[in-house]
């Protein structure tokens, strides 16, 4: 699969909380770095994050999306919108996302993004 379908089906699988799909689309060797931990998680521990995430979240939105094929994958930029099912609103956050994709799989995720309101969804 060419790398920006990968991203393409990446970010559907996350907005709309498929963590099956997200799943399909990571190798087993997957990697996810986030700048505001700057630290390195496998593809369990993102998993079940996600699940997490998911699990409280009613609304995940991206806007304003921006991708660009790379030597070995892609860039994407966009805006993400998160409503969880308490109603709690998240301030729109740009986000930079990394992604080094092999045989149709992403293999490894940098992402950027600012860390104060991830924290604040982390402790909701």
Known sequence: ?????????????????????????????T???HSYDRQEQD???TLAFLM?????A???RYTDIRRARTEDGYVQQHVIHTTLK?????????????????NGKVLRVDEYL?????VDAKES
């Open 1 to 29: 699969m060419d790398a920006l379908l990968v991203a393409e089906a990446l970010s559907h699988a996350i907005t709309t909380r498929d963590v099956e799909a997200v799943d399909r689309l990571y190798t087993d060797e």
């Open 31 to 33: 990697v996810v770095w």
């Open 43 to 45: 593809r369990q521990t």
């Open 52 to 56: 997490g995430f998911f699990d409280k």
């Open 58 to 60: 009613d609304e995940i």
């Open 86 to 102: 308490d109603g709690t609103q998240f301030e729109p956050r740009p986000v930079c996302i990394v992604a080094k994709v092999e």
């Open 114 to 118: 600012e860390s104060r309101r991830i």
